[in-house]
């Protein structure tokens, strides 16, 4: 079954700091001859656990779409893997397999969906959007409302604001107790809003909306890990 990781590492210090943002280029080539890697992403973040224009320079990662279960399994076994985590305070990883997707992400439309059911558990929701030039203004005048609304929802498990292209490429990656609990917070509130005026405005030049099912979590993130947590009650 096809298998989605999202890595997160946390450094600390000046030098592991500039590692960590030299590893966004650094980890493309040895990825591409990488066996089983069907797409990838190296991962810069924002400050907080959703949107945010303002980059949180301790925190990098990379996410992976996977031939295979095993084979995202070997990647945290391998030499690439141990020199983030020799750099890193902190290493996090999420496997998921895909519910449903919508859209592409640099043009990569190659999900392979689970027929799972998901009503009765945890998901795993990413966004991912390329926003047109003449958008930039108003969308991000827009998140921090979002990102304060997302903090305090209920249900939320896990949070972070992803990309490659700071400014131009912002996705949000996110993790929910349930279905309904996600589905609350999409279509409610200011997020709805949002959502609606950058249809009207067509705001992206290419988005993603892509549901997953998360499988576990592995490592930790200041000191827990959540996901987990969640998966096993």
């Known amino acids: 079954m096809q298998t989605t990781t999202v890595s997160l ?25 990488t066996p089983g890697v069907q797409f990838f992403k190296p991962l810069g973040t924002g400050s907080g656990s959703g949107f945010s224009i303002i980059p949180d320079f301790g925190v990098y990662g990379v996410f992976i779409v996977w031939e295979s279960e095993q084979l995202a399994d070997n990647f945290l076994n391998s030499e690439l893997f141990e020199s983030f985590r020799a750099h890193s305070e902190e290493q996090y990883t999420i496997f998921l397999t895909l519910n449903r997707s919508k859209g592409s992400w640099a043009g990569f439309r190659g999900w392979v969906a689970s027929e799972e059911d998901i009503e009765n558990g945890p998901v795993a929701i990413l966004t991912s959007a390329t926003i047109r030039p003449r958008f930039l203004l108003s969308f991000w005048r827009m998140t921090p409302r979002v990102s304060r609304e997302l903090n305090n929802f209920a249900g939320l498990v896990f949070s972070k604001g992803i990309g490659e292209r700071p400014l131009m490429e912002q996705a949000t990656f996110s993790v929910w107790k349930t279905k309904t609990e996600m589905e609350s917070f999409a279509y409610q509130g200011f997020h709805r809003k949002v959502v609606e005026e950058t249809i009207r405005r067509d705001g992206f030049a290419e988005q993603l909306f892509a549901r997953f099912i998360p499988i576990k979590a592995i490592g930790s993130w200041y000191g827990t890990n959540p996901v987990q947590t969640v998966l096993e009650k």
């Open 9 to 33: 590492f946390r450094y600390k210090g000046f030098s592991n700091r500039i590692w960590g943002m030299s590893m966004m280029y650094k980890v493309k080539e040895p990825l591409k001859n």
